[in-house]
């Protein structure tokens, strides 16, 4: 495939629910374009894009594909994309390399969740949008339900370009109403033909028709007045010249429909995608991160964004570039704006699903894959200058952290090397050393894409890995004031030890730790006394509750006495921590909790039962508010819940809104925790001491 011209260009990224059949549609389309020789079908595991062993076993695409389509003298860029919200955010930074979106909905189960929540997003992005009802064929689907939906759910500017001629059963076909002619694709020999609109259907036809000239003639002020008038209608050339407008300014969203499965209405979309949908240049300015725009034009110095990045086991690490101006050629040097680091062009692929093919170049407004860019990451935007950065996408922060370990601990290396391989490929993955709980914490979206990393990391590295629970960083202090003498002598035939110094310990709340030297006379020498604090510190750092460090506390050193052979800083270390722990007997220890604030929205229909958790977590509800102009119908409910009662929150919110909820987490302070989970672990806590653990 030569590299086709920007005006020739159509990025179109398939976006929506799990199991609308979007992969079976850029699947179909491939297959009717002759680019495949067979029609490639996921739940057999013959996909041509859905190729990776974990889309295989799960049968739901994870990672976005391309499907770069050849019709006509066009090339249409397909971004076959996950409806899974566990990895959204791969979908959304393929959202930004696209310039339209085409959302696929079943038609029986109509626009579900993920479907609204990524149409939000498409707004926000100023992304033109089409929808394809799909599975017009099964049982109990119904078109006239599935628009009523859609009008309820994103509003009046949906109008059908395409009805079917029957559906359900009787599904065989569909009127193309910018054209006003019946199109049936052949079961026997794949060719569509072409027909007249059956008699039965021609007022549904006509009304669809009168419907899209409505919509599409805002889009000419002048034509608009005639027709509000009343004087003609639009003609055929006059609609049809206007129809990529009103797409482009989002005045018109185009309804297709059809079946995947039997390759219904797909020839005719492809045909609409290539005259009406927006080629790159017509889409707009690409926005820079300092506030700047640049326009699509190939004739510009070469630049590009890379939307994705992933890692294949035998080309290694494979970019996903969106070429925002010039052209690339293999062997160009660009340079890296976030490292300021150059990059060479070794190879460029254009990959359908992971079939590489060579090219010698891409222009403005294509998107091609590049081998072996050391320093790029998703995100990055590279160029001649090194002077451009794109404004990357902000993306929703994984929340849903576990305790990741290699059964065999001589793997931990290698558990290691593969985890930061894969967060320095996707974003939505956090890997962080917990030093004071000892524990890999992996922070991802949910326990789909962690079960997807565990089987990987055994397929990629054959490790064994295993979650654990979260050790929550628990603290501990005091509720009172005490006093109590630490005295060490220890005789060894030769020069002994000895120390001796009396401590008062008590709260310090807020302010941390604090130390005062009240030595008096010269009880204890000056040069002794940070051994003292020395020893404290220590002592505090294990806790002496549940092995949790100790937090605000003031420690005064008050009296004592000294032998000046015998006296020395480890002899008044070892007597500091005698007397901390004596007088923390004393003062009432208590367990401090982390405190989670979270700000929970949710469709107002289950804030009810948000509210009835929090309160069911330990947690206390401390404001609402209803949700206005495009959250209109939500309620936004800010809670402070123990950190302990929600490292699982991502899934449990999942679980009590069917998916509509998001929330964000922060943590925000420390509270003393009930008295039976403090006997829990302390409790705990002396059964590992017992068992020599730490």
Known sequence: MAAPATEHVRNVVL??????????????????????????????????????????????????????????????????????????????????????????????????????????????????????????????????????????????????????????????????????????????????????????????????????????????????????????????????????????????????????IIKQGIQGLMEDICTYFPHPRSHGRFQMADGTSIPIDETNRPAAFAFKTLSDPFVGRLSFLKVLSGVLEPGMELINARTGKKERLGHLYVMMGKEATDVKSAKAGDIIVVPKLAETRT???????????????????????????????????????????????????????????????LTAMGDTQVDMLISRCKEQTGVDVRLVPVRIPYRETIRKTAEAEGRHKKQTGGAGQFGDCWLRISPN?????????????????????????????????????????????????????????????????????IGFQKAIDQAEPVLLEPMAHLSITVPDSYAGSVMGDVSASRGRVEGMSAGDGAAAGTTTIEATIPYAEVTDYATRLRSLSRGTGEFELELSGYEQVPHDIQQKLAADYAARRAAGEK
Not at 135 to 160: K, N, Q, V, W, Y
Not at 529 to 537: N, S
Not at 549 to 571: C, L, Q, R, T
Request: proline share 5%.
């Open 15 to 260: 976006v929506g629910q799990d199991g609308a059949g979007k992969t079976s549609l850029a699947e179909a389309m491939l297959y009717v374009s002759g680019k495949t020789p067979r029609m490639g079908t996921t739940h057999d595991g013959k996909s041509y894009l859905d190729y990776d062993a974990e889309e295989i076993k799960r049968k739901f695409t994870i990672g976005t594909s391309i499907a770069p389509i050849p019709y006509k003298d066009y090339k249409i860029n397909v971004l076959d994309t996950s409806g899974h919200p566990d990895f959204i955010c791969d979908t959304l930074s393929t959202m930004q390399a696209a310039e339209m979106a085409l959302f696929v909905v079943d038609a029986v189960a109509g626009p579900q969740v993920m479907t609204t929540k990524l149409w939000r997003e498409a707004e926000g992005m100023r992304l033109s949008r089409a929808v394809f009802i799909n599975h017009i064929d099964r049982e109990h689907a119904d078109f006239d339900m599935a628009m009523a939906t859609l009008h309820a759910r994103f509003g009046s500017r949906l109008g059908p370009v395409t009805i079917p001629i029957g559906q359900d059963a009787d599904f065989k076909g569909v009127i193309d109403i910018i054209r006003m002619e019946a199109r049936y694709f052949g079961e026997d020999d794949d060719s569509e033909r072409i027909e007249p609109i059956p008699a039965e259907f021609a007022d549904a036809a006509q009304a669809a028709r009168d419907k899209l000239c409505d919509l599409v003639a805002e889009a000419d002020d002048e034509l608009m007045m005639k027709y509000l008038e009343g004087e003609e209608q639009l003609t055929q050339d006059e609609l049809e010249s206007l129809l990529d407008k009103a797409i482009a300014q989002e005045l018109f969203i185009p309804v297709f429909v059809g079946s995947t």
């Open 379 to 441: 995100g990055d935007t590279i160029s001649l200058t090194g002077e451009i950065a794109v404004d990357p996408l902000p993306l929703p922060v994984p929340q849903y952290p576990v305790a990741i370990e290699a059964v065999n601990k001589k793997e931990e290396d290698k558990l290691g090397t593969f985890l930061a391989r894969a967060a320095e490929n996707d974003p939505s993955i956090h890997i962080q050393r917990n030093e004071e709980t000892h524990q890999t914490v």
């Open 509 to 577: 709340p807020g302010a941390g730790y604090e130390f005062v030297d009240e030595i008096k006379g010269g009880a204890i020498p000056g040069g002794l006394i940070p051994a003292v604090d020395k020893g404290v510190q220590e002592t505090m750092k294990e806790g002496v509750l549940a092995g949790y460090p100790m937090v605000d506390i003031k420690v005064a050193v008050f009296d004592g006495s000294y032998h000046s052979v015998d006296s020395n800083e480890m002899a008044f270390k070892t007597a500091a921590r």
